[in-house]
DNA sequence: CAACCTGTTCGCCA
DNA sequence: ATGGCGAACAGGTT
């Protein structure tokens, strides 16, 4: 599920490690999730070190340990962090543990898309130092919304909204919820946006990370009745502004949810 | 049983 | 070169 909140929520679940040092790896090294990792190295290298810190950045986090070492996490579909008092050993899908003096730091991921780094070093590693700016951050402007609307100026407002080099975080549920709060049809294009539904994408776009920061980020909230989130799984929902019927169908290759009578 | 899936990356084409 | 699209990845759920 993770999207940007989800992930905020789900790095804090190894909150219980910080401070602990790391007694053993357990490592299904056969997965996907392995594929840019140097797995010998980090099996060797991770004991003995004492998890520090960790900060997520869109999709995207980083568990930082001392001596200088970095472990980059990304859930990909189906991916899941969670603190275990008991040995996660049951779990199959449970491809990285890290073992703690009292209980166990669980990477799972079923479906194998995500992806695991590693990097000893003192400094921050590139793939971690090089993303782009957070939504929810100052360099996050207007000014960049409008360059990136006129270089992808054909795609469909769907996609245009999925891509991470732009909108880190955002994913398929918050694309729709973005979509539907700025009152734009998601097929439309970005180059047919003029400068006034260019600044209610951009304000939309800041509201719904930060609110849903709020709801899910902190512990798992629900969301309000007013937000399309809670109709958009099934077909025949209504939309909460007209009480009409909602839309779904694949936009950009996505299953989308919109309100035709809504979003123009 | 078949269709579907909250993500990313690759190859193909214009 | 760059932008845009569709397939592929893998396994669980509806």
Same mark, same amino acid.
């Given at each position: 599920? !993770?999207?940007?909140?989800?992930v905020e929520y789900y790095r804090k679940q190894w909150n219980p490690g910080?401070? +602990?040092?790391?007694?053993?790896?357990?490592? @299904?090294?056969?997965?996907?999730?392995?594929?840019?990792? !140097?797995?010998?190295?980090?099996?060797?290298?991770?004991?003995?070190?004492?998890?520090?810190?960790?900060?997520?950045?869109?999709?995207?986090?980083?568990?930082?340990?001392?001596?200088?070492? /970095?472990?980059?996490?990304?859930?990909?579909?189906?991916? +899941?962090?969670?603190?275990? #008092?008991?040995?996660?050993?049951?779990?199959?899908?449970?491809?990285?543990?890290?073992?703690?003096?009292?209980?166990?730091?669980?990477?799972s991921d079923p479906r194998q898309f995500g992806k695991i780094l590693f990097?000893?070093?003192v400094h921050p590693p590139h793939w971690w130092t090089r993303l782009p700016?957070? *939504?929810?951050?100052? &360099?996050?402007?207007?000014?960049?919304?409008?360059? #990136?609307?006129? $270089?992808?100026? @054909?795609?469909?407002? +769907?996609?245009?909204?999925?891509?991470?080099?732009?909108?880190?975080?955002?994913? @398929?549920?918050?694309?729709?919820? *973005?979509?539907?709060?700025?009152?734009?049809?998601?097929?439309? %294009?970005?180059?047919?946006? &003029?400068?006034?539904? *260019?600044?209610?994408?951009?304000? $939309?776009?800041?509201?719904?990370?930060?609110?849903?920061?709020?709801?899910?980020?902190?512990?798992?909230?629900?969301?309000?009745?007013? /937000?399309?989130?809670?109709?958009?799984?099934?077909?025949?929902?209504?939309? !909460? +502004? %007209?009480?009409?019927?909602?839309?779904?169908?694949?936009?950009?290759? $996505?299953? %989308?949810? /919109?309100?035709?009578?809504?979003?123009?």
């Open positions: 599920m !993770p999207e940007l909140a989800e910080l401070g +602990k040092t790391i007694k053993a790896v357990r490592i @299904n090294s056969r997965v996907r999730d392995f594929r840019d990792c !140097p797995v010998k190295e980090m099996v060797r290298r991770l004991p003995g070190r004492r998890l520090e810190a960790s900060q997520a950045h869109g999709k995207q986090m980083v568990f930082q340990f001392e001596p200088g070492a /970095w472990l980059g996490v990304h859930l990909g579909m189906t991916g +899941k962090l969670r603190f275990s #008092a008991a040995d996660p050993l049951p779990d199959p899908h449970a491809h990285l543990v890290l073992a703690l003096p009292a209980g166990w730091l669980v990477f990097e000893v070093s700016p957070e *939504i929810l951050s100052r &360099d996050f402007t207007l000014r960049r919304l409008k360059a #990136a609307v006129k $270089r992808h100026r @054909n795609t469909s407002l +769907k996609s245009f909204l999925l891509m991470q080099r732009y909108f880190p975080g955002v994913g @398929n549920w918050m694309a729709d919820e *973005i979509l539907w709060r700025a009152r734009l049809d998601p097929r439309r %294009t970005p180059g047919s946006l &003029d400068d006034g539904e *260019i600044k209610a994408l951009f304000q $939309r776009l800041r509201w719904v990370c930060r609110q849903s920061l709020r709801i899910v980020g902190d512990h798992w909230g629900e969301f309000p009745e007013s /937000w399309l989130f809670r109709r958009r799984w099934k077909g025949g929902g209504a939309c !909460p +502004k %007209t009480r009409g019927p909602l839309v779904r169908e694949p936009v950009g290759g $996505r299953t %989308t949810c /919109w309100s035709p009578q809504w979003q123009k």
